[in-house]
T-cell receptor, first 112, second 113 residues
């Protein structure tokens, strides 16, 4: 079973911030939160990851709650090209089990 | 910089036929992975490799074999294809164990009839 829970789908207006929630209430102390997205059956694309501090890169921001039981991926100015399935995954970086547990993700639809 | 390249992109096999999927990466990554993705589902790990000459089983290895003779290539073989192996196959690579994320190929869509 996936270690994370995400809404099945979300809509967002083009140009607005898209906020994608993820629940990971059973996360362990050494597990990071990773976000990937998959655009129209292409290969998944790495977005961002974090442990407990908020992180930002050129693609998105990641906000992790203080208790680390949930997080939010923020796409600051969503475009039509951001329409994709977004996956939230938790994993310990040095885990010798390299299997990422992929849930069903959130289908984000950006509307004009 | 091509990243991760998968060949072929599409293939139709008859039950019982064999084939090899090729994955090549030009990022000098040590780790490589093969995943399958069935409709509406997340990815599942088939096999992986932590370096040239090494392979290991993932979550769903049955019916597949792999080889990593060269650092840049990771081959996935189906010896006797079955309809249950109809899926989209993704190869990925990473520097180290994927701490900074994985780079995925564009996928191979395989249909077994």
């Amino acid at each position: 079973d996936a270690k994370t829970t995400q809404p099945t789908s979300m809509d967002c207006a083009e140009g607005r911030a898209a906020n994608l929630p993820c629940n990971h209430s059973t996360i362990s102390g050494n597990e990071y939160v990773y976000w990937y997205r998959q655009i129209h059956s292409q290969g998944p694309q790495y977005i961002i990851h974090g442990l407990k501090n908020n992180e930002t890169n050129e693609m998105a921001s990641l906000i992790i709650t203080e208790d680390r039981k949930s997080s939010t991926l923020i796409l600051p100015h969503a475009t039509l090209r951001d329409t994709a399935v977004y996956y939230c995954i938790v994993r310990a970086p040095m885990d010798s089990n390299y299997q990422l547990i992929w849930g069903a993700g959130t289908k984000l639809i950006i509307k004009p | 910089n091509a990243g991760v390249t998968q060949t072929p992109k599409f293939r139709v096999l008859k039950t019982g036929q064999s084939m090899t999927l090729l994955c090549a990466q030009d990022m000098n990554h040590e780790y490589m992975y093969w995943y399958r993705q069935d409709p509406g589902m997340g990815l599942r790990l088939i096999h992986y490799s932590v370096g040239e000459g090494t392979t290991a089983k993932g979550e769903v290895p049955d019916g597949y074999n792999v080889s990593r003779l060269k650092k840049q290539n990771f081959l996935l073989g189906l010896e006797s294809a079955a309809p249950s192996q109809t899926s989209v196959y993704f190869c990925a690579s990473s520097y180290g164990g994927g701490t900074d994320g994985y780079t995925f190929g564009s996928g191979t869509r395989l249909t077994v009839v």
